[in-house]
């Protein structure tokens, strides 16, 4: 099967989705999504992409990205996506392979956009069953414990902050439930 060629490099916020290789549950050990954490941050402290959300959960991964003009969306993936598989395989001795080939993103159009997509990486552990709240949840930007980077549709908030509203609006909905 052949893979179609990106050929666009359009500037942006981008909401990415990637899957681990046959949906594995891999990231429910906490080596695997630590070691795939630090590639995040590590890419992102490079210079590759700024980084406004981001959410582990078992099978998948999603970020809110914004790709440097000296970066591709697929670079970008390529980076975290390669580093993290190369680091699982020599550090917990991983056979398989981590990941799905290629991944799924949407470029992101609108400030109403952006809170929607981050108000989903938020909640995503929370309609998963895997935590009660977006803030209890350990590998998510929406348990407020890492710096996020702010974008052009933030309209005057940083992702993080964002995230932590979100946070609040859910733990919110929880107790009244």
Known sequence: MSRIARRVHQA???FVTTHTWLRRRLFLKHAAAEVLLEQILDCRDRGFYGLHAFVIMPDH???LITPTQ???LEKAMQMIKGGSAHKIRKE???RFPVW???FHDRWI???EEFRSRLDY???NPVT???AETPSEYECSSANGKFTMDRSQLDAGTSGAEALSSIAADVAAEAATH
């Open 109 to 111: 159009r609108s400030a």
């Open 100 to 102: 799905q080939p290629g």
């Open 121 to 123: 990486i938020a909640r």
């Open 70 to 72: 000296a970066v591709s």
């Open 128 to 130: 998963a069953r895997l």
């Open 12 to 14: 942006g916020v981008y």
């Open 61 to 63: 991964l999603h970020l």
């Open 92 to 94: 917990l001795l991983y």
